[in-house]
């Protein structure tokens, strides 16, 4: 994605997710975020960033392993 020069997120893509709803929850997420955005000699310019979101605990059950999308 791309962190534009007001800080939202734009460009956005799924590069990898273990389940199609989770790709459409995470993308619903994302767009609700905003950033500081970078800034080079004084003023904000965009850029790329990679976001991994893990929907449940990290350190669950072994039954109940966490599940990923990569945007």
């Known amino acids: 994605m791309v962190v534009d020069e007001q800080g939202f997120p734009s460009a956005v893509r799924i590069d990898n997710t273990a389940d199609p709803d989770l790709g459409a929850a995470a993308l619903a997420i994302l767009r609700g975020w905003q950033f ?21 605990a990290v350190d669950g059950p072994k039954n109940q392993p966490a599940r990923r999308t990569t945007l």
Do not use: H, I, Q, W
């Open 36 to 56: 500081s955005p970078a800034m080079r000699d004084g003023k904000p310019v965009a850029v790329t960033a990679t976001f991994e979101l893990v929907f449940g």
